[in-house]
């Protein structure tokens, strides 16, 4: 079994920054691709950013130049920094792997989420 534990969210003002952090464990013996994604009331889960094993990054358009992937391969550990944060990154945030198990099976997994409100 495999488990990611996300942590980090919280309430921020506009402009403000909140670090998550999403720990992975388990039957792991490859941990792929992570990214975060997340899910606002009413809209549909959108992609925010992703990382390859090697350390390569995508993002989102709306996050571009303000946010950060980032993760530590020996900690089995994704961050995402969030910077000059805006009330439309209000959502619930969470954290996806793509993983290979010492059974040999792949697996794609998720956080539980956590909820980052921007508000004054």
């Known amino acids: 079994q495999v488990q990611l534990v996300e942590s980090g969210g919280g309430l921020v003002q506009p402009g403000g920054s909140l670090r998550l952090s999403c720990a992975a464990s388990g039957n792991i013996m490859r941990l792929n691709d992570m990214a975060w994604y997340r899910q606002a009331p009413g809209n549909e889960r959108e992609l925010v950013a992703t990382i390859t094993s090697d350390g390569t990054t995508n993002y989102a358009d709306s996050v571009k130049g303000r946010f950060t992937i980032s993760r530590d391969n020996a900690k089995k550990t994704v961050y995402l920094q969030m910077n000059s944060l805006k009330p439309e990154d209000t959502a619930v945030h969470y954290c996806?792997?793509?993983?290979?198990?010492?059974?040999?099976?792949?697996?794609?997994?998720w956080g539980q989420g956590t909820l980052v409100t921007v508000s004054s």
């Open positions: 996806n792997a793509r993983v290979i198990t010492f059974s040999i099976r792949r697996l794609e997994v």
